[in-house]
Nanobody, 126 residues
Framework: QVFMVESGGGSVQAGGSLRLSCAAS????????MGWFRQAPGKEREFVGA????????AYADSVKGRFFISRDHGKATMLLQMNSLKPEDTGIYYC???????????????????WGQGTQVTVSS
């Protein structure tokens, strides 16, 4: 069984920063790509960004490029999402997920991820 746990959400004013963390356990984390997704009220879940199994390749949604940055710490089996210059439209529940297959590039399709966390709320006020 694989467990994913997000932390670090909260409320912040527009222009501020937050850092989310995702802790994974249950299998060899270092061989799986991981991703971040978010869901705003009344909207479908959307891709935010992802990082490949090695930690060297990242991919981001256009809406967050240049503001959000993903990294991972293999030793701690964690993935971080640094969010800067936050906007009210960044508000939502943020989920981390783990790829269903090993050694792949970061993917934007949520269907390619097998395990998901419970989510953490991010609220950005104007």
């Amino acid at each position: 069984q694989v467990f994913m746990v997000e932390s670090g959400g909260g409320s912040v004013q527009a222009g501020g920063s937050l850092r989310l963390s995702c802790a994974a356990s249950g299998r060899t984390q270092s061989t799986y790509a991981m991703g971040w997704f978010r869901q705003a009220p009344g909207k479908e879940r959307e891709f935010v960004g992802a990082i490949d199994w090695s930690g060297r390749v990242t991919a981001y949604a256009d809406s967050v490029k240049g503001r959000f940055f993903i990294s991972r710490d293999h030793g701690k089996a964690t993935m971080l999402l640094q969010m800067n210059s936050l906007k009210p439209e960044d508000t939502g529940i943020y989920y981390c997920a783990q790829d269903r297959e090993t050694l792949r590039s970061p993917l934007a399709d949520g269907k390619q991820y097998a395990y998901w966390g419970q989510g953490t709320q991010v609220t950005v006020s104007s």
